[in-house]
């Protein structure tokens, strides 16, 4: 499960609601009038600029309900990606000891869990 | 007979409105109710259509919104008093309000406008800027909100009518406007005036008020224990006074202060809290904890 460190930004979410439904060939109209919303509002919704109550986010979430998982899906990734960067950048920082350091922790974390692995296989056999 | 009956009316009336300004819409639509009986019953038109715009506020506040609007567009159709006008008027525009039809809301608040004009009652006055400012900040049109409650406190000023009702509500809408325009440390400071009023007032609805939007300011502000006090405050008025808009709202915020405090167990309890709301959502959960929704949501967006 993703912290809160790595929460993705409410101005993705019109961004994603807008592609959501252009993939579901909804109008603004359309969704709008599911919604209960004016069709302006939505267009401001989706540019970030209307601030809608968590009633009405949550209607929209029932009416994407079949797309939800594709919603998390690329988002969880994009987390991923961003935890890797993070980590780079960090890496990065250290000392030229220092990294030559984490090499040896993570050569040292690989070997140990192939070991696990093998064991594991070993036993099953 | 009649006479005795009026003055019972009158005393239930005055009962409900205060109940009414207290927060206590249960006990308050118990005391319209039982004038409207005795209006019938000396069958007099005008105290008729006062108990029933009265009873329309309290079912309004108790979030009762089909049953509020019944009898409001007939009444203006009937009344040519301009209090009545007035009530009917206001109430059409907050029940519309709340459903989400905010250009009719605000013909409809535009035309209470008009009837206090040639009413000498500055509380209603400035509850009727309030009304607009209020309809404009649920259309995310914070600049002419912020513009209507400034002109309804000035009213009020002129009005002297002090800290008295409704100046609680117009500071505190004020200063929640001013938090989704990131004026935080001004809004903190507009709200807490609110909050003292509140207090001072008996005012619990605007006392919850204050306390889930403090919480919201200061989550907002990263002082996450602050808002975690704040939001614990709220949520204890709004379970005990079934307020279930605000409690929904301090789910939210609490399950999110306490996800950024990484006590995820907490955070948990309230989305899970929340997710009870929302049986059909079961992805509710997992989206507020991907997603900070706290920049493009309006808590006091009823619709």
């Known amino acids: 499960m993703m912290t809160s460190k790595f929460k993705r930004q409410s101005h993705l979410v019109g961004t994603k609601i807008r592609s959501l439904r252009k993939d579901r060939s909804l109008t603004q109209a359309d969704l709008a009038h599911r919604i209960g919303i004016q069709q302006s509002d939505l267009c401001r919704m989706e540019n970030g600029e209307y601030k809608v109550s968590l009633e009405t986010l949550f209607k929209i979430l029932s009416i994407f309900e079949m797309n939800i998982a594709d919603f998390f899906n690329e988002d969880a990734a994009a987390v991923s990606r961003d935890r890797e960067y993070e980590f780079l950048r960090e890496y990065q920082k250290l000392s030229p000891r220092a990294q030559e350091e984490?090499?040896?922790?993570?050569?040292?974390?690989?070997?140990?869990?192939?070991?696990?692995?093998?064991?594991?296989?070993?036993?099953?056999? | 007979m009649a006479a005795d009956l009026k003055a019972t009316y009158a005393e239930l009336t005055a009962e409900g409105t205060l109940q009414v300004q207290r927060g206590d819409f249960r006990q308050a639509a118990e005391q319209f109710e039982l004038a409207l009986k005795i209006a019938r019953e000396v069958d007099d038109q005008h105290l008729v259509h006062r108990a029933a715009c009265n009873l329309s506020t309290a079912r309004l506040s108790l979030g009762q919104i089909q049953e509020a609007e019944k009898g409001l567009r007939e009444i203006l159709l009937k009344s040519p008093d301009s209090d009545i006008i007035f009530i009917a008027s206001s109430n059409l525009a907050s029940s519309l309000r709340r459903q989400?039809?905010?250009?009719?809301?605000?013909?409809?608040?535009?035309?209470?406008?008009?009837?206090?004009?040639?009413?000498?009652?500055?509380?209603?006055?400035?509850?009727?800027?309030?009304?607009?400012?209020?309809?404009?900040?649920?259309?995310?049109?914070?600049?002419?909100?912020?513009?209507?409650?400034?002109?309804?406190?000035?009213?009020?000023?002129?009005?002297?009518?002090?800290?008295?009702?409704?100046?609680?509500?117009?500071?505190?809408?004020?200063?929640?406007?001013?938090?989704?325009?990131?004026?935080?440390?001004?809004?903190?400071?507009?709200?807490?005036?609110?909050?003292?009023?509140?207090?001072?007032?008996?005012?619990?609805?605007?006392?919850?008020?204050?306390?889930?939007?403090?919480?919201?300011?200061?989550?907002?502000?990263?002082?996450?224990?602050?808002?975690?006090?704040?939001?614990?405050?709220?949520?204890?008025?709004?379970?005990?006074?079934?307020?279930?808009?605000?409690?929904?709202?301090?789910?939210?915020?609490?399950?999110?202060?306490?996800?950024?405090?990484?006590?995820?167990?907490?955070?948990?309890?309230?989305f899970d809290k929340l997710q009870e709301f929302y049986p059909h959502l079961p992805v509710l959960k997992q989206f507020l904890r991907t997603f900070d929704v706290s920049n493009i949501i309006n808590l006091k967006n009823p619709f």
């Open chain 1, 102 to 125: 984490v090499q040896s922790f993570i050569q040292f974390k690989v070997q140990s869990e192939d070991k696990v692995r093998e064991e594991r296989i070993k036993k099953e056999n």
């Open chain 2, 100 to 270: 989400g039809r905010l250009q009719k809301a605000l013909l409809y608040a535009k035309r209470a406008l008009r009837a206090c004009e040639s009413i000498d009652n500055y509380a209603w006055k400035a509850t009727c800027h309030n009304l607009i400012a209020n309809i404009y900040m649920n259309m995310s049109y914070l600049d002419d909100a912020m513009a209507e409650y400034r002109f309804a406190l000035s009213i009020s000023q002129k009005g002297s009518l002090g800290t008295s009702y409704p100046v609680d509500y117009i500071k505190e809408n004020l200063g929640y406007c001013c938090l989704l325009k990131k004026r935080y440390r001004q809004g903190i400071a507009i709200i807490l005036e609110a909050l003292q009023i509140s207090l001072a007032n008996g005012n619990t609805r605007c006392l919850v008020e204050c306390y889930q939007d403090l919480c919201f300011a200061y989550m907002q502000l990263k002082e996450f224990k602050r808002a975690d006090e704040y939001g614990e405050k709220a949520l204890a008025i709004a379970s005990d006074k079934d307020y279930k808009d605000i409690l929904k709202n301090c789910y939210y915020l609490l399950g999110e202060v306490n996800l950024l405090m990484d006590n995820e167990e907490r955070s948990d309890l309230y």
